[in-house]
């Protein structure tokens, strides 16, 4: 199957592949399509297997990401998804080679990952497969991750902002969220409105809206980052149901 890349001039008819089929993230998704098009500007590739499946990369300058890294001269890794029966045939290693091909003249590429595999993050032991190495980590549990072409270019590493992994806010839950992601939109709505109603503690939502609040961020993953009376607790988007599961741990690591 042949690879398309998504541009300004196709992003109207093409889908973005990981919110086609769920009718709650149209808004999301209309979103997440306005904000890939600012950023093709900033020279965001956004590459696909044209297929209706998600198999696809995100990858752009890193001083344009929005994640709090010093990585200058380096392509960062945005987003990285290859999904369900579509494993196992190559593709995401066809995707991976556009992004290292497209990084000619850089001094590497770098990726956020997890010491194990967890949600929304792309596996690191397929990065080390492909001679990605751990270049520096955050709390509580994110890696950064550099396949280097000039090894004598100095290390990406997160801002110390990154690793505060905490944020000065009155007492609740507070979720910073940007439109990168087509499920935010839906997700910091009614469902956070339930954990309001159900356990009475203030909710608050700070979206960021620009590149330069994402790279000071309190947390690695700006997509989406909840906070408990000031300290992170996920970078899983939550539901009732998920926050159901939190909320002993959270009394319980705080009173």
Excluded at 106 to 120: F, M, Q, T
Excluded at 167 to 196: K, R
Aim: glycine content about 6%; proline content about 5%.
């Amino acid at each position: 199957m042949s690879i398309i890349q998504v541009t300004s001039d196709n992003i109207a008819r093409e889908h973005i592949c990981c919110a086609m089929s769920d009718k709650k993230t149209q808004q999301g998704v209309s979103l997440k399509k306005d904000w890939l098009a600012c950023r093709f500007q900033e020279g965001l590739v956004f590459k696909k297997l044209d297929a209706k499946g998600k198999v696809f990369i995100e990858y752009l300058p890193a001083e344009n990401a929005w994640v709090p890294i010093d990585a200058p001269n380096y392509t960062f890794i945005n987003c990285f998804w290859v999904s369900g029966s579509y494993k196992g045939h190559g593709y995401g290693a066809q995707l991976l080679q556009e992004c290292i091909r497209d990084s000619g003249g850089k001094a590497g590429i770098v990726a956020v990952s997890s010491h194990k595999k967890r949600p929304y993050l792309s596996e690191k032991s397929y990065y080390v497969k492909h001679g990605f190495e751990v270049c520096d980590t955050a709390p509580p549990y994110f890696e950064l991750l550099v396949k280097r072409f000039d090894p004598d270019a100095p290390l990406p590493r997160f801002k110390e902002s990154a690793k505060q992994q905490t944020i000065v806010t009155d007492d609740g839950l507070i979720v910073l969220y940007t439109d990168q992601c087509p499920f935010t939109d839906h997700y910091t709505g009614e469902e956070l409105d339930a954990i309001e109603r159900a356990y009475g503690i203030p909710v608050k939502r700070v979206k960021l809206t620009t590149k330069e609040q994402a790279q000071n961020a309190p947390s690695v993953f700006t997509t989406y980052s909840a906070f408990y009376n000031g300290h992170f607790v996920t970078h899983e988007i939550l539901t009732k149901a998920k926050f159901d599961k939190l909320w002993n741990t959270l009394r319980e690591s705080q009173s």
